[in-house]
């Protein structure tokens, strides 16, 4: 089944502890990303990755980092984790020209920083 | 990408038709009509596209008004698992350098009534 993979789905957590959250995709596509969904603010893009290697800042990159060492994966970094990073957190991917191709969400992981 | 405008909720009773309006009246010729759709607790999922003519899926159809200045979403027979907010988003089929990040509206919340 065709699918983007969040782990974990749910974590709370301390200021300052590093955490790292894994987004797998099994549909082989190049393009990926991170985006965090806030009340009021709907669904902001952290960062992307247009391919394996590739990565660039969204509208809200401050205080998190990514990678994309191999094209199936994109894991959101966060190494000092504040209470302003409580939030839902989805990962997407969709083929190279999503100008049409719809994107793929994961089920979303809940962050709470205390 | 171009503004839609959607009403913040509508209401449907269960298994009858609900037709989900979105004005974009800005649209740009190479502008596609994505809708999406996010159940409580979940990512958002795609629904349907389309660039002029009217489509059909298994999940949805979607109309396109011959001057392309509205759309909309049409669920033949509304279950309660339709119960969600529903986007409408516009992708330029030509999205060239850039993040490529679906900018989410505020979305109609569809409510099914038993």
């Known amino acids: 089944e065709a699918q983007v993979t969040q782990n974990p789905r749910y974590l709370i957590t301390v200021t300052g502890k590093k955490l790292t959250v894994t987004c797998s995709q099994n549909?082989?596509?190049?393009?990926m990303s991170w985006y965090r969904q806030d009340p009021g603010l709907g669904l902001r893009q952290i960062y992307y990755?247009?391919?394996?290697?590739?990565?660039d800042k969204g509208d809200v990159p401050e205080g998190y980092k990514v990678s994309r060492k191999e094209k199936r994966n994109f894991p959101l970094i966060l190494e000092s984790p504040s209470p302003n990073q409580t939030s839902l957190y989805f990962c997407?991917?969709?083929?190279?020209?999503?100008?049409?191709?719809?994107?793929?969400f994961g089920d979303g992981t809940r962050l709470s920083i205390l | 990408d171009a503004k839609t405008t959607q009403p913040n909720s509508m209401e449907s009773n269960e298994e009858e038709p609900v037709h989900l309006p979105c004005n974009h009246s800005t649209i740009s010729g190479t502008d596609y009509i994505h809708w999406y759709r996010q159940l409580p607790s979940q990512g958002p999922e795609y629904v349907i596209h389309g660039l002029t003519s009217n489509v059909n899926n298994r999940m949805a159809s979607l109309a396109i008004a011959e001057d392309r200045k509205s759309s909309t979403l049409i669920l033949h027979r509304a279950t309660l698992r339709d119960a969600a907010v529903y986007y409408c988003i516009l992708r330029d089929k030509y999205s060239g350098a850039g993040s490529y990040q679906l900018t989410f509206g505020k979305g109609t919340k569809l409510s099914v009534i038993p």
């Open positions: 990755s247009m391919n394996v290697e590739v990565t």
């Open positions: 997407a991917s969709s083929l190279f020209v999503p100008g049409e191709q719809p994107q793929h």
């Open positions: 549909m082989n596509h190049e393009y």
